[in-house]
């Protein structure tokens, strides 16, 4: 019998999450938020649908995440003028200052799964799942094109 790749990275999942939800539960944060506030800390805008993308967040599920965050003061969405279909997200001032404090704590939960399995492991784990991610799924490419 085959061990199921699919429950082994849900739960390899879950022990790294172990790591980080108590400081995003310190700052009211969801995973999801802190997801989407990590992506918008590193550009300035980005398109809607490149966040769902990168966030790995469904879009009918982010349509309400970023409602809820931009009520809370941490995003804000745009609309260019010459093309209304498109929506691209920033993050606030506010919702940068929370992604400043949070950052320094979410690195120590970096480096303390460093230091229980190596910086070494951790690099061959992180260099596995982005080949693995590489080969992406040909029937998912069917559907979408």
């Not at 991610?133 to 029937?139: D, E, K, L, Q």
């Amino acid at each position: 019998m085959h061990e199921s790749l699919t429950i082994a990275l849900l739960q390899a999942r879950e022990t790294a999450m172990g790591f980080f939800r108590p400081i995003l539960k310190s700052y009211n944060l969801t995973e999801q938020q802190w997801r989407i506030i990590r992506v918008l800390a590193s550009s300035r805008s980005i398109d809607f649908h490149d966040l769902a993308c990168l966030t790995c967040i469904l879009r009918p599920s982010l349509t309400g995440i970023l409602t809820r965050m931009e009520r809370d003061g941490l995003i804000f969405r745009l609309k260019p003028m010459n093309d209304q279909r498109k929506l691209y997200v920033s993050l606030t001032p506010a919702g940068q200052e929370l992604y400043e404090q949070a950052k320094g704590q979410v690195n120590e939960g970096y480096k303390a799964i460093e230091d229980t399995f190596s910086p070494a492991k951790l690099a061959q784990l992180l260099a596995l799942l982005d080949e693995f991610t590489s080969i992406g799924n040909p029937a998912q490419e069917d559907i979408e094109t």
